[in-house]
């Protein structure tokens, strides 16, 4: 009888520890999503007419899998995009290390 007891209040405390956590979770996708798309759209308006064709075609393949995965996945699609400016050679600061 303790057991059961024991086993309803560790199921009970799981259940409000998950619920705690998933409203900023929402937000924080929200918000990485939206970094995601405009990374994307500054990609596409940059200039890159200093850029060799061949690293400046590896930049737009990244640049472009990393857009698609803005809808989906804006975490790899922000480290896809982050790596298809450092292909061309522009460091984009991360949002941690701003003021």
């Known amino acids: 009888m303790n057991l059961k007891l024991m086993r309803s209040a560790l199921l009970m405390g799981t259940l409000t520890v998950g619920t705690t956590f998933v409203a900023p979770s929402f937000a924080f996708d929200a918000a990485l999503k939206e970094r995601c798309e405009a990374m ?18 590896a930049a737009r393949r990244q640049a ?12 790899v699609g922000v480290k896809a995009l982050n790596l298809a400016f450092r292909d061309i050679g522009i460091v984009v600061p991360s949002r941690d290390n701003r003021p």
């Open 40 to 57: 994307a759209s500054r990609f596409k308006t940059i200039d890159v007419s200093y850029v060799a064709a061949d690293k400046l075609e």
């Open 64 to 75: 472009n899998h990393g857009e698609r995965l803005c809808s989906t996945d804006p975490e």
